[in-house]
């Protein structure tokens, strides 16, 4: 049985990812007023979507997806770069992306399939350039997505741009580090 995250927090990130697994948009929008919080757990999470939907049906249909996404990809940010990243003590990819890029919501649902593929072999974590500057600055990405492996805090492969075969491709450059 999968650990559950104790703490997540739902994002647009994550938004767009179900929107591409084929929740309905509509259901989506109900989501939206929930972007951001911080839940204390499966339980806050569920009971407090319960009362924004009123249908245990739908609630139902969210818990695989969203707890699916919470489990696999991370999300790092500026501040934690140092010590969720560099300071891992296994490979890391990074997938840096932007709410209103397009090849990054497409490229989503590969990152997660990667990181359920990878899970506690390889850390697969997401940054957002626009909320997270410094980082993306630091490793020169002037475009996104850009995906950047990193083994023992150091940058050993890179690849800009979906990937033909995109699954293949990212599990050859994790693959090379295990």
Known sequence: MKQFVANFKITEMALQGLGLVGVPTVVLEILRP?????FKGE????????TQIGDEQIVSMFKSPILKYAEWVAEVTDSDWETQVLGSD?????????AW??????????IEQVAEKYQGKA???KL?????PDSPGQYGIRGIPTLILFNRG????????VPPNALATISQMIEKQL
């Open 128 to 132: 957002n350039v626009d909320e997270n």
């Open 123 to 125: 850390k697969i974590v």
């Open 43 to 50: 339980e806050q999470f569920l009971a407090q979507l319960k």
């Open 101 to 110: 890029c397009g090849p990054c919501r497409m490229l989503a649902p590969t």
């Open 34 to 38: 929930m972007l951001n919080h911080q």
């Open 154 to 161: 150091q940058e050993v492969d890179r690849h800009v741009g």
């Open 90 to 98: 296994r490979p890391v990819l990074v997938d840096f992306w932007a």
